[in-house]
């Protein structure tokens, strides 16, 4: 039986309960590691697991995280909260000479859109004007490279995208529960451009199967690894396969993303920025990195764990009125009129 590289390693997450941090939390555990959890609150809808250790600190307050970890060193650190340069410009300094590997999660939003090439490679340019979200990524990774070699801060870059787990549709806007709900009445509900551009979702425990084999691991050091499903969909089959699940047959409505992004400036820059775009691929890198990486939750399962979690409890079935509203208004200006 193969031990396992995190056996009795000192793992510090900084976050853990979140939608894809969780799965990698309950996956480290289980190959063994010494898991501490860095974070202010706890998800109740993804709880913290047996074996891990919570420490309560706010990582946006320094004076806070210097007094919890004060004389701890790790073996392993991960930052999934670190979202500008300010944030890891504070662990690079802090964590320096403090852990053997220092993991970032940035974002395959920081990929060039559109992307000049499809499957695409780790090595493929990053660059995105549409999103400033984007732009914040790639200036961590920028620092932390600057790190990696003049502060020898062992630095390894995590590129996720569209990770996904029970709690929420992966559909491109938020209270994704109120499209389910224009299915299940019949409403029309609206479809970013076409609906034939091609998008990759994870599900989370795919990802953390992936991403637990960097840990501790010699030959991550110094790289950048995305982790995404194989499955491709265009986002016709992503509605679809929702409906499916929810027990409905859809009626669709195509609106251009510009047209959304002028309607609700604050979807234009994940729109236009993002989800316009097809986006596929290459997970070759992470493969011969961690041979037992493998995506095997295809969306439809994963599709009918979201629509069980939201059905168990009336609660979680929000419809927020502005966006039903919004959609309303969207989807009568460009439903296609009959001659």
């Not at 853990?16 to 202010?40: F, K, M, Q, W, Y």
Request: proline share 6%; net charge negative.
């Amino acid at each position: 039986m193969t031990v396992s590289r995190l056996q009795g390693r000192k793992v510090l997450f900084i976050g853990g309960t979140g939608r894809i941090s969780s799965a990698c939390s309950r996956r480290a555990v289980e190959l063994g590691a010494d898991l501490h959890l860095l974070n202010r609150n706890m998800s109740s809808s993804r709880p913290v697991p047996d074996g891990a250790t919570v420490i309560t600190a706010d990582i946006r307050d320094t004076h806070q995280v210097r007094a919890a970890l004060k004389g701890q060193d790790f073996d392993v650190v991960v930052n999934f909260l670190g979202f500008t340069a300010e944030h890891v410009a504070f662990d690079a300094d802090f964590f320096s000479g403090r852990t053997g590997q220092y993991v970032f999660i940035s974002s395959a939003s920081t990929y060039q859109k559109p992307p000049a090439r499809l499957p695409l490679l780790e090595s493929a340019p990053v660059h995105n004007p549409h999103s400033a979200y984007a732009r914040d990524k790639i200036a961590c990774e920028e620092l932390l490279g600057r790190a990696h070699e003049e502060q020898r801060l062992p630095v390894t870059v995590v590129r996720p995208s569209h990770t996904y787990d029970h709690t929420a549709f992966p559909f491109p806007i938020s209270g994704s529960y109120t499209v389910v709900e224009r299915m299940r009445q019949g409403k029309e509900v609206m479809v970013h451009g076409d609906g034939t551009s091609l998008w990759t979702l994870t599900h989370h425990t795919d990802f953390a199967l992936g991403f637990t084999g960097l840990l501790g691991n010699p030959a991550a050091l110094g790289e950048t690894f995305h982790i995404t499903g194989d499955e491709v969909l265009s986002w016709d089959q992503i509605y679809r396969t929702v409906a499916e699940a929810a027990g409905v047959e859809p009626r669709l409505v195509h609106v251009p993303s510009d047209a959304v992004a002028a309607c609700e400036p604050q979807w234009g820059e994940e729109f236009l920025g993002d989800k316009a775009h097809s986006l596929v691929f290459d997970n070759g890198k992470i493969r011969r990195v961690v041979p037992e990486f493998t995506a095997a939750v295809p969306f439809a399962q994963g599709a009918r764990e979201i629509v069980a979690w939201y059905d168990e409890d009336p609660a979680r079935r929000v419809v927020h009125a502005q966006l039903d509203a919004l959609m309303d208004r969207l989807v009568e200006v460009h439903r296609p009129r009959r001659p």
